[in-house]
T-cell receptor, first 111, second 115 residues
């Protein structure tokens, strides 16, 4: 099992550009989560899906952020337009009854 | 507001010292509790979890945690820390119980162990 796979590992982009983060959950896991980690705010839950359906997106900071899960094996988190304050590490996690597994994260830097 | 609070933001210990990291939560009802560790530059790894039963939970690498329902607490302990325990530690709560549903994390505690 390759675990939760996130891409890219690092992303540096200019302010105003669109950024797309990708996540492949563990096969058979029916829930998927997007978290953002910063020094100031720690780990914040942005959105989570159950069986590909968004259940709770109350953590999405603003309309510039959007997330999709078109099928059970793929999810994206998009920021358009990006701003320097979006700089953070974004983690994807998936879960089943056996537990949660986190990906290695995408370190996003917006300059 | 419902939350998870970790009291210690930064802890510095010498090797062989004992460790206790505090965690309190404010959710009522059935909750499931977790401690995760994040080594520098890595992703979160599960140390231990509590769902029900014995309130003293043993995890990996010699860590344990005690669930005290009356105090809404789930403190992490280790009798003797090692330099390799240097990492960030997160307490997390699933306010709806179970292994699915959202996890709410505390702010994290950075542990620095001096050799």
């Amino acid at each position: 099992d390759a675990g939760v796979i996130q891409s890219p590992r690092h992303e540096v982009t200019e302010m105003g550009q669109e950024v797309t983060l990708r996540c492949k959950p563990i096969s058979g896991h029916n829930s998927l989560f997007w978290y953002r980690q910063t020094m100031m705010r720690g780990l914040e839950l942005l959105i989570y899906f159950n069986n590909n359906v968004p259940i709770d997106d109350s953590g999405m900071p603003e309309d510039r952020f959007s997330a999709k899960m078109p099928n059970a094996s793929f999810s994206t988190l998009k920021i358009q337009p990006s701003e320097p304050r979006d700089s953070a590490v974004y983690f994807c996690a998936s879960s089943s009854r056996r537990g949660y597994t986190f990906g290695s994260g995408t370190r996003l830097t917006v300059v | 507001a419902q939350s998870v609070s970790q009291h210690n933001h930064h802890v510095i210990l010498s090797e062989a010292a004992s460790l206790e990291l505090g965690c309190n939560y404010s959710y009522g009802g059935t909750v499931n509790l977790f401690w995760y560790v994040q080594y520098p530059g890595q992703h979160l790894q599960l140390l231990l979890k509590y769902f029900s039963g014995d309130p003293l939970v043993k995890g990996i690498k010699g860590f344990e945690a005690e669930f005290i329902k009356s105090k809404f607490s789930f403190n992490l302990r280790k009798p003797s820390v090692q330099w390799s325990d240097t990492a960030e530690y997160f307490c997390a709560v699933n306010p709806n119980g179970g292994n699915t549903g959202k996890l709410i994390f505390g702010q994290g505690t950075t542990l620095q162990v001096k050799p």
